[in-house]
């Protein structure tokens, strides 16, 4: 279906109608007739939604697409491809996805240490227990799209007791076409008890044709595991994309994510993590380097639910151009989680006059033993710092970029992967030691 939409009410009727139009399988009947129900009841986020209103993804959809139909699998996500984008240095198990679907063939794994299956596959039963219930459809409007346009996806699983020997890279080769420029993506990653596991997931544009990727990722890790989770967003300067990552975190669980966003049009990213007992602990922490009319909002929710949980959270923007950044963390401290421990913080440095930032800190607090704090910072290079790198002989190019480097690496930092690490270093080395970030 192609769009000459003028309004966002009128692209939800558009996504209703190609929904209502997919075949249906036994496993995502059910799944699709709450995520039409949902959306026709709500519609996609307009500017006056106060969730959305720095970042209309729906007005960049109309703007910017012709086809709001499902991009079929491309023809150029090969083996060759697959090699190409690869974590240099990265002994790794693969898993592929083709504009949204699980390429069996081009994956490889180690089915010792970890299970890939199609939903197609698994039992419906499973599936019904299972998928919507960590991310229900009903608490964003692009979960509810995502139900309603499901048509394939895939459960990651580490079995109990397994520590991974070697990270998961999740590639998503994503490319708009003319029959199609929507891709809807959904995984569901079960992590056993006393397991530790890393997942790294990289965006890849295969050109640059517009699309919309709309993601849909529930993650329910097991008790006593240790999860890292990282994202890499390095993608066309066309691409669209919605992220809704939610995670449970249970008793002596521990779970990272990373998030490092340099490319894109627009993005949103949200990343819920909720802490469900004692000794539970989540890390959130984000770097986006931003230039052009790159547009890049992170929305972070933790819920703090019993006592003796910790949470850390630290994200960083270096925003050139007419690029925009939002940030919005919210911490919930429920009125039994007493000695709850939480730190918030997010810090931009802005290279344009034309660059901008919303930042907006939140914390909820219903219980009174608590120790919980948040922050944010908006500024400029310290041109003290950049004077006296000057003096020593080092040029303003280098000196500015050695200073943004310094500020990013915090939460480079954060990465525990090496190879991953030093990959993202280089990129965001090349970045900064540009002209433009």
Same mark, same amino acid.
């Given at each position: ?40 009841a ?8 106060e969730?959305?209103?720095f ?9 910017t697409?012709s ?27 693969v898993?592929?996805f ?24 698994m ?15 009903g ?10 346009a499901?048509?394939?996806?895939v ?16 590639l998503q ?15 569901y ?17 295969l ?16 008790? $006593? /595991?240790q999860?890292?989770? =990282?994202? !890499?967003?390095?993608?066309?300067k066309?691409?669209?994309?919605? @992220?809704? *990552?939610? %995670? ?15 490319q894109?049009?627009m993005i ?10 004692? $000794? /539970?602990?989540?890390?959130? =922490?984000g !770097? ?9 909002? @992170?929305h *972070?929710? %933790? ?6 949980a ?9 925003l050139?151009d007419h690029?925009?950044?939002?940030f919005?963390?919210?911490?919930f401290?429920?009125?039994d ?10 810090n ?9 930032i ?6 909820e607090?219903?219980?009174d033993?608590v ?18 790198l ?6 303003k ?10 500020f990013a ?29």
């Open positions: 279906m192609t769009t000459s939409t003028k309004n966002a009410v009128s692209i939800t009727d558009a996504f209703l109608e190609i929904g209502k139009n997919l075949p249906q399988s036994n496993w995502n009947s059910a799944l699709r007739k709450e995520g039409i129900s949902l959306l026709s709500q519609g996609l986020p307009a500017s006056k939604v969730e959305y209103k970042t209309p993804v729906a007005k960049k959809i109309q703007d697409l086809n709001l139909s499902h991009a079929p699998a491309s023809s150029n996500v090969v083996a060759e491809k697959v090699d190409e984008h690869r974590i240099p240095g990265l002994d790794s198990h898993v592929v083709n504009n949204g679907s699980y390429d069996a063939t081009l994956s490889a794994f180690d089915s010792s240490e970890v299970t890939v299956t199609s939903f197609g596959d039992p419906t039963d499973s599936l019904e227990k299972t998928l919507g219930k960590i991310a229900p459809a608490k964003d409007p692009f979960i509810a799209l995502n139900q309603l499901i048509e394939s996806g459960w990651i699983e580490i079995a109990t007791g397994t520590a991974l020997k070697k990270p998961v890279l999740i080769f994503v490319e708009g076409s003319l029959q199609g420029q929507s891709v809807h993506q959904r995984s990653i079960q992590i056993g008890k006393n397991a530790a596991a890393t997942l790294i997931e990289k965006v890849v544009s050109d640059d044709t517009p699309y919309f990727l709309n993601g849909v990722t529930e993650i329910n890790v097991g008790e $006593n /595991s999860v890292a989770f =990282y994202r !890499l967003q390095d993608e066309s066309f691409a669209i994309e919605v @992220n809704n *990552t939610e %995670v449970n975190v249970p008793r002596d669980a521990t779970f990272s994510s990373a998030v490092i966003s340099l894109g049009l949103r990213n949200n990343l819920s993590i909720n802490l469900l007992d004692s $000794n /539970s602990l989540g890390n959130m =922490y !770097l986006y380097l931003l230039n052009g009319h790159s547009h890049v909002d @992170n *972070t929710n %933790v819920d703090h639910t019993k006592p003796h910790e949470s850390n959270e630290l994200y960083k923007g270096i050139a690029s925009r950044g939002v919005n963390g919210k911490i401290v429920r009125q989680a007493q000695k709850t421990n939480a730190f918030q913080q997010n931009n440095i802005l290279l344009s006059e034309d660059a901008v919303n930042t907006k800190p939140q914390l607090i219903w219980a033993d120790k919980c704090s948040h922050g944010c910072t908006t500024g400029q290079l310290d041109e003290e710092a950049l004077f006296y000057r003096s020593r002989g080092i040029s190019e280098s000196s500015r970029g050695m200073l943004l480097y310094a690496g915090e939460v480079l930092e954060k990465i525990t992967n090496e190879n991953f690490r030093e990959y993202c270093v280089g990129l965001v080395q090349e970045r900064l030691g540009s002209n433009h970030i």
